[in-house]
């Protein structure tokens, strides 16, 4: 059975900074990697899609980089603000059986930054 | 515009009753998910449906039924045999395999 495993679970740092979110998933057989950002109370934002044959994807100042063989991925946000405290998660898609089409989520990374 | 409408925002049940919580998308999609989301566990799925009038159970099915009479409506029923109905339920779709879009989510509350 699939795990996701996020660290660290929380993370607080003054804005400007650099930072990485790291997630780690048990089964490498998986289609693709999915980040997601979730205000409190509300629904989760699609951030970056890696699909299992790509290595990394960027948006903005988020990139996402996919280890599949070692079952890793790590998400860097560069130059934080304010506006991205919230909570990342990560997902992974299973590739065969009864995995397929079905998501398995992470437990998330609480991240705040501070003005 | 497009995007997934779930209501009500918030619910209260009383014991031994069912509820049904709804969800729409326009976005012309053939997938739709139901998870839950509890403090502290993640997200777990309930249900997934492929393409209309069929359906998968998922990891936490017990408890719960769905229908998907339409391709854009996937309305959950959470009934009296779930034993801690109280979360936050989040919908979802996506192309099968794609990228997974979401609701604004439905609190449960049971009294």
């Known amino acids: 059975k699939q795990e996701v495993t996020q660290i660290p679970a929380a993370l607080s740092v003054p804005e400007g900074e650099n930072l990485v979110l790291n997630c780690s998933f048990t089964?490498?057989?998986?289609?693709?990697l999915q980040w997601f950002r979730q205000d409190p109370g509300k629904g989760l934002t699609s951030l970056l899609l890696?699909?299992?044959?790509?290595r990394e994807q960027t948006s903005g100042r988020l990139n996402a980089s996919l280890d599949k063989s070692s079952g890793r991925s790590t998400l860097y946000i560069a130059a934080s603000q304010p506006g991205d405290s919230a909570t990342y998660l990560c997902?992974?898609?299973?590739?065969?059986?009864?995995?397929?089409?079905?998501?398995?989520f992470g437990q998330g990374t609480i991240l705040t930054v501070h003005p | 515009d497009g995007g997934i409408t779930q209501s009500p925002k918030y619910l209260f049940r009383k014991e031994g009753q069912n509820v049904t919580l709804s969800c729409e998308q326009n976005?012309?999609?053939?997938?739709m998910y139901w998870y839950r989301q509890d403090p502290g566990q993640g997200l777990r799925l309930i249900y997934y449906?492929?393409?209309?009038?069929?359906?998968q159970k998922g990891d936490i099915a017990e408890g719960y039924s769905v229908s998907r009479e339409k391709k854009e409506s996937f309305p959950l029923t959470v009934t009296s045999a779930q034993k801690n109905p109280t979360a936050f339920y989040l919908c979802?779709?996506?192309?099968?395999?794609?990228?997974?879009?979401f609701g604004e989510g439905s609190r449960l509350t049971v009294l």
């Open positions: 449906s492929q393409i209309v009038n069929d359906f």
């Open positions: 976005l012309n999609h053939d997938a």
């Open positions: 890696i699909q299992s044959s790509q």
């Open positions: 997902a992974v898609e299973g590739a065969g059986g009864t995995s397929y089409g079905k998501l398995t």
């Open positions: 089964d490498s057989a998986i289609y693709n």
């Open positions: 979802a779709s996506g192309k099968f395999t794609g990228e997974l879009f």
